[in-house]
């Protein structure tokens, strides 16, 4: 279920409770600990969205693997999502309270799109000049894709820098195609 209007009510009302009640930290490493046991569980995430398993024995799933590892609100909240029959949203959920969480700390995530493994000096040269810039913590998610050639992309939030030798050859490509000057001159 995609839903990003509900995932989104959903994470601020857990955010907003978390910060009620001085649990972000915690709230926090709990949804990242429920993304990744069900990013590593292909079987647990097929159950939580099929809707013939009653909510019942979803309940007693995530009470049985979850409950002596998160927190009460994180639990609580878990059993709200159930109830409500949401919990395909749940991985969105998660993602969603991590854009909240990093709002509340200034936090930033960078996509850094290269050819090639970039050097860890060249990475944070580019983190602490756009930390410097934007008077915010900056986290780097390094992705490589060969077929840019050369170059990086870097997109944060809605900003997207495209310094690739793929995008210059496409519009050099462009500009030689829309050339005024006549080939036989």
């Known amino acids: 279920m995609k839903n990003p209007r509900l995932s989104n009510r959903y994470a601020k009302a857990l955010f907003d409770f978390a910060q009620e009640k001085g649990q972000i930290e915690e709230v926090n490493r709990d949804l990242a600990l429920i993304k990744e046991t069900l990013k590593g569980n292909g079987e647990m995430q097929a159950v939580l969205n099929s809707p013939v398993i009653p909510p019942a024995k979803k309940h007693t799933l995530f ?54 493994p970039l050097s860890a000096d060249l990475v944070e040269n580019i983190r602490a000049m756009l930390a410097e810039q934007t008077k915010q913590t900056i986290l780097i998610e390094q992705v490589v894709q060969p077929d840019i050639i050369g170059g990086f992309r870097l997109k944060m939030d809605d900003n997207y820098l495209d310094a690739s030798i793929i995008a210059k050859l496409n519009r050099l490509r462009n500009e030689f195609a829309h050339n005024v000057y006549q080939v036989n001159f």
């Not at 749940?90 to 290269?114: G, M, P, Q, R, W």
């Open 63 to 116: 009470a049985s693997v979850f409950q002596s590892m998160v927190s009460e609100t994180t639990f609580l909240f878990l059993d709200v999502i159930i109830r409500k029959k949401r919990e395909p949203a749940l991985a969105t959920i998660c993602d969603e309270f991590v854009k909240f969480y990093n709002d509340f700390h200034h936090i930033k995530t960078v996509k850094l799109t290269s050819a090639m």
